[in-house]
C-alpha cells in the first residue's frame, strides 16, 4: 500500500509536531534520571540543565518542585509510584502540559 502524502497533510503536521516535541524534550528526560538519584552530573549534562531552565519559567517552577523531594514525594498522586518511573512519568506529564499552554 503506498501512501499519498499530499492527500494526507494533516498526518505529516502531526508526525513533525510530535517528532520535534520529542528532540525537545528528549535531553532533559536523559539528565533527570542522574539528577533524581543524586548522582553527579557530567558537564554535558550540566548544560543540558541549564539550557533547559533558561527557556521558562515553567521548567524553572517543575525544576523546584523536583528539588524539594519530600514534596515532591508528597504530592505524587496515588496512581502513580513515588520512585524514578513514577517521578519520570510526572515530569513527563508536567512538561506535555507546559507546551500545550504555550
Not at 497533510?9 to 513533525?16: D, N, R, S, V
Not at 543524586?38 to 549534562?45: F, G, R
Not at 502513580?80 to 500545550?100: D, H, T, V
Request: hydrophobic fraction near 40%; glycine fraction near 2%.
Amino acid at each position: 500500500m503506498e501512501l499519498d502524502f499530499y492527500r494526507r497533510p494533516h498526518f505529516i503536521f502531526c508526525f513533525i509536531k510530535s517528532r520535534i516535541m520529542e528532540l525537545d524534550i528528549d535531553p532533559i528526560l536523559q539528565v533527570f534520571p542522574n539528577y533524581l538519584q543524586h548522582l553527579v552530573l557530567s558537564d554535558d549534562e550540566l548544560r543540558i540543565l541549564c539550557n533547559w531552565l533558561m527557556e521558562s519559567e515553567d521548567n524553572e517552577d517543575l525544576f523546584d518542585d523536583i528539588s524539594n523531594e519530600a514534596k515532591w514525594i508528597e504530592d505524587c498522586p496515588r496512581n502513580i509510584s513515588a520512585g524514578l518511573e513514577g517521578s519520570l512519568e510526572r515530569i513527563r506529564m508536567r512538561m506535555i502540559e507546559n507546551s500545550e499552554q504555550l
